[in-house]
């Protein structure tokens, strides 16, 4: 697996392009884990959009409602 960790997440631009960094060197969507530390509900929405394989967990879930 692959895991990639933020300690802030807003929109989701960086993450959305980490995650497509890693699918044009091979890694299938499905192997990737993305850990955020502080989340807006914005950009988790994005990214579970934009690439639904992808597994996000968000540590601050506060933020999420």
């Known amino acids: 697996y692959e895991v990639l960790v933020f ?3 807003g929109n989701g631009g960086a993450e959305c392009k980490a995650i497509e ?3 044009r060197v091979g890694i ?3 192997r ?3 850990i ?3 989340c807006t ?3 988790y929405e994005e990214i579970s ?3 639904p394989r992808t597994r996000a967990l968000a540590m601050s ?3 999420l409602a």
């Open 7 to 9: 300690s802030t997440f």
């Open 21 to 23: 960094a890693l699918r």
């Open 28 to 30: 299938l969507e499905q």
């Open 32 to 34: 990737i884990s993305l």
């Open 36 to 38: 955020m530390v502080v």
């Open 41 to 43: 509900s914005l950009g």
């Open 49 to 51: 959009t934009r690439f």
């Open 61 to 63: 879930g506060s933020l």
